[in-house]
């Protein structure tokens, strides 16, 4: 089962060391970027600790089967009741985690999305970790670290995560059947994300690309474009417009690329559309690509901070657009 994983070598092989001693400390917490394997690890892992046979997990007997189907009643899997975890949650976690196992050997419980506990949750499986119970053992993915309890830290075995480089993603991408053109371009914009590439065939998120592209061409063709576009995207939830923003962030980036000659080619990310960005060069020159570089990410920001949509988008156009005309736009170069 650990084959099917790429990437990850070094957190893999330090986990089957512990397999092999047979000596699990009762609670983990696995930590990075979302998409990038931390669930499928997990798994794998609990797998290992629940298989009898001498190579765990050798994926083929009854116990890892049923692992993979998700059906191993040794193994709960938590994860969040729409926007969190709650403790209702955690409560029915403490009342399974005090029962025998099935197999009378070991109970496994993965906590995926462990920074989206509510408070009250996070105090209530704290005592949970202040106290184990024997041979149960405690997986905790997330991404944001800051927003688990210190003293949960603490009582944890942390493994830090790292995104997928390109060729990783671009392997697992086309091992998958999706198309090689497309799944080099969105191996790139994903930022070593599994599950984000993956995200990126969706039409609906393809044609956000699109729709980002047609902005940087918009810009330059005056004001009037300008509040045609920023019409189009007060009809976007917060998740779209942030979408469009990543696209623009990695467009700018190519045109600063492209700006800067042959020699920077083999950097561009959306090479797919490295013609139609050529066009946009002609409009646009290294120094204020850079400047709209600074620019995007502040309004990324903003986004992130619940700033309405609508305003986000008109300012930033507004001041692209001043940036052509050049305006007093201060950037850091």
């Not at 009741?81 to 197999?103: C, F, P, V, W």
């Not at 704290?126 to 905790?140: A, C």
């Not at 902005?215 to 917060?238: F, H």
Request: some cysteine; glycine content about 6%; proline content about 3%.
């Amino acid at each position: 089962m650990w084959e099917e994983i790429v990437g990850h070598r070094d957190i893999i092989i330090s986990l089957q060391n512990l397999l092999q001693r047979s000596q699990c400390p009762h609670a983990f917490l696995f930590l990075g970027p979302q998409g990038v394997g931390k669930f499928k690890v997990a798994e794998t892992f609990a797998a290992g600790i629940l298989c009898h046979e001498h190579e765990a997990p050798c994926g083929k007997c009854a116990c890892c089967q049923a692992v993979r189907q998700g059906k191993n009643l040794d193994l709960m899997v938590i994860e969040p009741d729409g926007a969190n975890i709650k403790i209702e949650q955690i409560r029915a976690l403490k009342h399974q985690a005090a029962m025998t196992s099935y197999s009378g050997y070991c109970r496994v419980c993965i906590i995926d999305g462990a920074d989206r506990m509510t408070q009250e949750a996070a105090n209530s499986l704290l005592k949970l970790l202040e106290e184990p119970p024997s041979n149960f053992i405690m997986i905790l993915t997330a991404v944001s670290q800051n927003k688990i309890l210190p003293t949960l830290q603490s009582r944890t075995i942390i493994y830090k995560f790292q995104p997928l480089v390109y060729d990783q993603l671009l392997t697992i991408l086309t091992a998958r059947g999706f198309d090689k053109q497309q799944a080099a371009a969105n191996a790139r914009i994903s930022g070593g994300s599994v599950g984000e590439a993956i995200e990126l065939f969706d039409p609906e998120i393809a044609s956000l690309r699109r729709t980002a592209l047609a902005m940087l061409t918009t810009v330059p063709q005056g004001l009037d474009s300008i509040w045609e576009q920023a019409q189009l995207i007060d009809k976007l939830d917060n998740r779209h417009a942030a979408f469009i923003l990543k696209f623009l962030v990695c467009f700018v980036r190519d045109c600063v690329m492209l700006n800067l000659g042959s020699a920077y080619q083999e950097f561009i990310i959306n090479q797919d559309v490295k013609n139609e960005m050529q066009d946009i060069c002609t409009a646009w020159t290294k120094e204020q690509c850079v400047c709209a570089y600074d620019i995007i990410k502040e309004a990324h920001k903003a986004l992130q901070g619940n700033a309405n949509t609508r305003l986000v988008f008109e300012s930033l156009l507004i001041q692209l657009h001043d940036i052509l005309q050049g305006g007093n736009i201060v950037c850091q170069l």
